[in-house]
């Protein structure tokens, strides 16, 4: 398959890492949206946030759109989800609307469930959402969005709960990461993000779709069964999770007890 493919966000930790990897295919055109602030030559510098045709047009011709733009952090304001997060992807979505690419995938996110760290279901897509700060809720609309967009244009959705997939170098798990063992459970590596939005590019006969995208994780509570079954993602990585408690006994048991 060839085509053309569009990434807003592209010089965001997420972004550099899919444009590597779609670039490494050398099968698709990529047009590249973003503020752009690493000054990158082949990327459109322009603010979402803020609808514009010189931008938008860019969407005219396009296979697959891949909506990463927006404020990338769980402790993101209000003032700011809703410029830079729910503005912004109610802006993508009408320049979708109005150059009609055939399918959108948009980066929702792990935090539309996180009310659930603390209780013991699975994790489907069909659970209740229980987001539970601005950065959530925000990705919870775009579903939404996404789900009234696809009715009424006709546009391919797939909207993917993203795991923890760590933006420093190497992206390599362990007790250092955030929210402790719930953290390492939704681990997502390089490699599984990549394939994972490769297969929605691809994937046929998929109208709408909210999909969990995590590694093969043992332990973990996240379905992703289902994002096998709809787009054929296959994970080849997966992490055990540790506790920093249990690391800490297993290292304090490393030393001579004192006589």
């Excluded at 959108?104 to 935090?111: D, E, G, Q, R, T």
């Excluded at 929210?179 to 590596?189: A, C, P, Y």
Aim: glycine residues 8%; charged residues 25%.
């Amino acid at each position: 398959m060839t085509g053309t493919v569009l990434i807003t966000g592209a010089t965001g930790s997420i972004g550099t890492k899919l444009r590597k990897h779609i670039e490494s295919l050398a099968i698709y055109d990529l047009r590249l949206l973003c503020l752009n602030r690493a000054a990158d030559p082949r990327v459109f510098t322009a603010d979402l946030s803020e609808y514009d045709k010189d931008w938008a047009r860019h969407f005219e011709g396009v296979d697959t759109a891949i909506h990463l733009a927006g404020n990338p952090y769980s402790t993101a304001t209000w003032a700011s989800v809703q410029r830079h997060n729910i503005d912004l992807t109610l802006n993508v979505f009408r320049a979708a609307e109005e150059f009609g690419p055939k399918r959108l995938v948009f980066a929702s996110s792990n935090w539309v469930m996180a009310g659930y760290r603390f209780e013991r279901q699975r994790l489907t897509t069909s659970l209740s959402p229980w987001p539970i700060n601005p950065y959530g809720c925000g990705k919870l609309f775009g579903e939404r969005a996404g789900r009234d967009l696809s009715q009424r244009t006709g546009i391919s959705f797939i909207a993917l709960r993203i795991g923890d997939c760590q933006h420093a170098e190497g992206n390599v798990p362990g007790p250092h990461m955030e929210n402790g063992v719930w953290g390492q459970r939704m681990w997502l590596s390089d490699h599984d993000l990549c394939h994972g939005v490769e297969r929605a590019i691809v994937a046929e006969n998929v109208s709408f779709a909210i999909l969990n995208l995590m590694s093969a994780n043992p332990g973990m509570r996240w379905d992703i069964d289902e994002t096998r079954r709809t787009i054929g993602y296959q994970p080849q990585d997966g992490h055990v999770a540790v506790s920093k408690a249990r690391l800490k006994k297993r290292t304090d048991s490393s030393y001579p007890k004192a006589k």
